[in-house]
Every structure is written in C-alpha cells, then in structure tokens.
C-alpha cells in the first residue's frame, strides 16, 4: 500500500512539525476535520503495514508522533508519486459542470466516477454544488433514465456559465 498525495502532504508535516494542531492543518490544507481524521486513518494503516508506531491526537488536537518515526519514515514518504492528480471539491464541480456542457453521450454516475476518480456519493454531492452553481444562470441539472445527467436551460445561459 502507497499513500495518496494528502496523506503523505500530512504525515511529512506532522514530522516537520509535530506540535502542529489539527485546527492549523485544516486552515493550512483547506481540509476538514473529517478529512484529516480519513487521511491519520490512512496513514496509521500505512505505518502499520510497514510496522511503525501509529501517530495519535489527543482531545486538545495535538498529535503524538513517535521518535522513531523521524528517522524512519522520510525516505518512503519522499517517493515521487505516481498516483493521479486528486481534484479539489471545487475544481470536481466546475469539471462536473464542463463535462454535462460538452457532453456528446448520456452521462452516468459511471461516466463521471471514471474520469474524475472519486466515489458515487461524492459525484452526488458534487452534483448538488453544481446545481447550485448553475441556479442563478436558470439552468438546472437534470437526470433521467434514459439520456442521463444533462444540464437544461437557454443555450445563452449554458455559455455565460463557462465564462
């Protein structure tokens, strides 16, 4: 198992900075709380698999980082990375969006999972924050079964929201 990008963003700035709070991190990498507690998950499921001591946060945010880890760990985290480029949530709508305006075939969660790389539910909520996007143009995104995801609305509308 390889860490993702986040992940190793993570752990290479709890080494750097081990006093560093949970609060600086969501500020500093535009995360949630949940998002960093996904990405320690992560990366404690990675240290285990290469028989590490986990990193632990106490009630006050502050992460636990064991000695060992600083002279252990910066060699397997500074790997480059061959994983694919992780879009931001609002990078994944406005591609969203420029995905239903060109769409040339009846678009899918499938469709839109495959090329942006996150899950179902995440698509879903993407396709929420697009609705909202497009709303003050009097476009609305639409899906039924038999053509799919489309956005409708007057063709004028359709190209003021990709400027």
Do not use: C
């Amino acid at each position: 198992m390889q860490l993702d990008d986040r992940s190793s963003s993570l752990l290479q700035e709890l080494l750097s900075n081990p006093s560093v709070k949970s609060k600086n991190l969501e500020h500093k990498y535009g995360l949630s709380r949940r998002q960093i507690s996904y990405s320690l998950e992560k990366i404690n499921d990675w240290l285990e698999g290469q028989r590490l001591p986990k990193i632990e946060r106490n009630k006050q945010g502050v992460f636990i980082v064991d000695a060992t880890l600083f002279s252990a760990v910066p060699n397997e985290v500074n790997k480059p990375s061959t994983k694919k480029y992780t879009f931001s949530e609002a990078e994944r709508v406005e591609l969203i969006i420029l995905i239903l305006l060109s769409r040339s075939e009846e678009l899918s969660l499938f469709h839109f999972t495959s090329s942006i790389y996150v899950s179902k539910n995440t698509i879903l909520n993407d396709l929420k924050a697009a609705q909202e996007l497009v709303e003050p143009y009097d476009l609305s995104i639409r899906y039924s079964r038999l053509s799919g995801y489309s956005i409708e609305g007057v063709e004028f509308q359709k190209k003021k929201v990709i400027d």
